[in-house]
């Protein structure tokens, strides 16, 4: 398995515009993460699902943010607006069943100018 | 939410050990991690320990947890310039709603 997948790797977007995070879990894996790394706040938790549902979303941190996971292969983080506060990396990561590894992405590095 | 405290630097000299501490408030933690991060990487695992146990030993790396105090520690015997890089600590358990809660990281930096 190539792991978890996230595209872009690099995004560069002036405030205001819409970005999309993408992210490919290991297949099998029925809960997904996604996390936001910054130098001040360190790695948050914005959003974990489970078999597709979302279960706590309480990361989030306002409305212009969403994630989806129309499927088990495939979720997405949107900004929209986004703004420079949100410059940072963003992981997405994978775990099968409850008790063992959570598996993370490479990371999107995300500014926004 | 709960609190996992780590101190921000260390800097080792290469062939010494390093000590990298953690702190957690959640006292219903059941797993408690170290992740390790090189620049420009995701995290990647290094260990675990589950919290009925108090030390792990996985070759250079020696987990000791003191569940009473809250305190986990990350031990890597003979340090090298490769292990030069950001360490999580990561608690799990039902107040986290079984998602990993990090601390901030601690960068180790093993200078020749």
């Known amino acids: 398995d190539a792991g978890v997948i996230q595209s872009p790797r690099h995004e560069v977007t002036e405030m205001g515009q819409e970005v999309t995070l993408r992210c490919k879990p290991i297949?099998?894996?029925?809960?997904l993460f996604w996390y936001r790394q910054t130098m001040m706040r360190g790695l948050e938790l914005l959003i974990y699902?489970?078999?597709?549902?979302?279960?706590?979303d309480s990361g989030m941190p306002e409305d212009r943010f969403s994630a989806k996971m129309p499927n088990a292969s495939f979720s997405t983080l949107k900004i929209q607006p986004s703004e420079p506060r949100d410059s940072a990396v963003y992981f997405c990561?994978?775990?099968?069943?409850?008790?063992?590894?959570?598996?993370f992405g490479q990371g999107t590095r995300l500014t926004v100018v | 939410g709960e609190d996992v405290e780590q101190s921000l630097f260390l800097s080792v000299r290469e062939g010494d050990s390093s000590v990298i501490n953690c702190t957690y408030t959640?006292?219903?933690?059941?797993?408690l991690y170290w992740y390790k991060q090189e620049p420009g990487a995701g995290l990647q695992l290094l260990t675990y320990?589950?919290?009925?146990?108090d030390m792990k030993q996985d070759q250079r790396l020696t987990v000791l947890l003191n569940k009473k105090d809250k305190h986990l520690s990350l031990r890597i015997a003979d340090t090298q310039t490769g292990d030069s890089a950001i360490y999580f600590c990561?608690?799990?358990?039902?107040?986290?709603?079984?998602?990993?809660?990090f601390g901030k990281g601690t960068s180790l930096l093993v200078t020749p």
């Open positions: 990561a994978s775990r099968g069943a409850v008790n063992t590894e959570a598996f």
């Open positions: 297949s099998g894996h029925n809960s």
């Open positions: 699902f489970n078999n597709n549902v979302p279960i706590d």
């Open positions: 959640d006292s219903s933690s059941t797993y």
């Open positions: 320990i589950f919290s009925n146990m």
């Open positions: 990561a608690e799990r358990g039902s107040n986290s709603g079984y998602a990993l809660n």
